[in-house]
């Protein structure tokens, strides 16, 4: 078992940046595939971006050049630098631990981006 626990969150002007943790318990984040995830109000659950075990990265084309994911190993952490937010970036941020058939999920942090 897992347990996700993401921080960092909150509210930020647009322009602004943001850099979420997403700290890990009962396992080491290095074997597993991150990602981060992100739901805005009435819309569908969304990849942001991912690492792998490997510390291959992937961004969606939205966040290209202004999020950066990475992970330390020595905490157990993942994080995700969010540079340039934007008011459509407003959600709950998830982080998501896969490995093989196993799926562990975060509770969510809040950002706001708002004037």
């Known amino acids: 078992q897992v347990q996700l626990v993401e921080s960092g969150g909150g509210s930020v002007q647009p322009g602004g940046s943001l850099r979420l943790s997403c700290a890990a318990s009962?396992?080491?984040?290095?074997?597993?595939?991150v990602g981060w995830y992100r739901q805005a109000p009435g819309k569908q659950r969304e990849l942001v971006a991912s690492?792998?075990?490997?510390?291959?990265?992937y961004y969606a084309d939205s966040v290209k050049g202004r999020f950066t994911i990475s992970r330390d190993n020595a905490k157990n952490t993942v994080f995700l630098q969010m540079n340039s937010l934007n008011r459509e970036e407003t959600a709950i941020y998830y982080c998501?631990?896969?490995?093989?058939?196993?799926?562990?999920w975060g509770q969510g942090t809040q950002v706001t981006v708002s004037a």
């Open positions: 998501n631990a896969r490995a093989g058939f196993t799926d562990f």
């Open positions: 009962g396992s080491s984040l290095s074997i597993y595939f």
């Open positions: 690492i792998a075990p490997g510390d291959g990265t």
